[in-house]
């Protein structure tokens, strides 16, 4: 069974710039997520998609970052502008159930994102 | 409130040492889920064990083990007989029922040969 795709791997930008991390979840998965974590950091959530429906956004920094699962599949997280303390990994997870599943989350390797 | 708290930072051992990794967690909730998450340099989080709330039996996965106490809030992981391949950081998670999933800081364990 394939797991989470993410990519890219790693992405180095200037800030002010804009970047695009995209994310396949495993085949079936109908909860998507998109975690920050910051060097030394455990992870922190940013956006949960149940199917195409945004469940939790209230962490997503909504000025600069967007997300969306217009299918129901794969998904796409934008930050425009970027911000020096974006540098992150950005983290991709699903899981066959929603907030209500109580199953684990599968994680993809992440996208090192680097803002100079 | 929701909170994971893992006091250690890094560990080091030479390998073939005894390791525990605390995990103290909060939650005001009865029914929650606790898991632990290896991330090897690779960066993919593996999931290594989930333990509900009202199943306080200890597990023993080869020489992975965990100590759930809920007297002390206390998830505690310990690998028996490391190996340089348990080098990684270990983070704790805990999950209320219908509410997000809240990542520990991590520990970073350095098993050295």
């Known amino acids: 069974e394939a797991g989470v795709a993410q990519s890219p791997r790693y992405k180095i930008i200037e800030k002010r710039q804009s970047v695009a991390f995209w994310c396949n979840p495993i085949?079936?998965?109908?909860?998507l997520y998109w975690y920050q974590q910051i060097l030394g950091q455990g992870p922190k959530l940013l956006i949960q998609?149940?199917?195409?429906?945004?469940?939790?956004d209230s962490q997503l920094p909504k000025d600069r970052f967007s997300a969306e699962r217009l299918k129901g599949v794969d998904s796409t997280l934008k930050i425009q502008p970027a911000k020096l303390e974006d540098s992150a990994v950005y983290l991709c997870?699903?899981?066959?159930?929603?907030?209500?599943?109580?199953?684990?989350?599968?994680f993809g390797e992440g996208s090192r994102l680097t803002v100079l | 409130a929701q909170k994971v708290t893992q006091a250690q930072t890094e560990i080091s051992v030479v390998e073939k040492e005894d390791v525990t990794l605390d995990c103290v967690y909060e939650t005001r909730d009865t029914t929650y889920y606790l898991f632990w998450y290896k991330q090897p340099p690779s960066g993919e989080l593996v999931f290594l064990i989930r333990?509900?709330?009202?199943?306080?039996q200890n597990e023993i996965s080869g020489r992975y083990s965990w100590n759930f106490q809920k007297s002390t809030s206390s998830f505690n992981f310990t690998i028996t007989a490391s190996q340089v391949v348990d080098s990684a950081v270990y983070f704790c998670?805990?999950?209320?029922?219908?509410?997000?999933?809240?990542f520990g800081p991590g520990t970073r364990l350095s098993v050295l040969p």
């Open positions: 085949s079936g998965h109908a909860t």
């Open positions: 997870a699903s899981s066959f159930g929603g907030t209500l599943n109580t199953g684990e989350l599968f």
């Open positions: 998670a805990l999950h209320n029922y219908g509410q997000n999933f809240v």
């Open positions: 333990r509900n709330s009202f199943d306080e």
């Open positions: 998609f149940q199917n195409n429906g945004v469940v939790d």
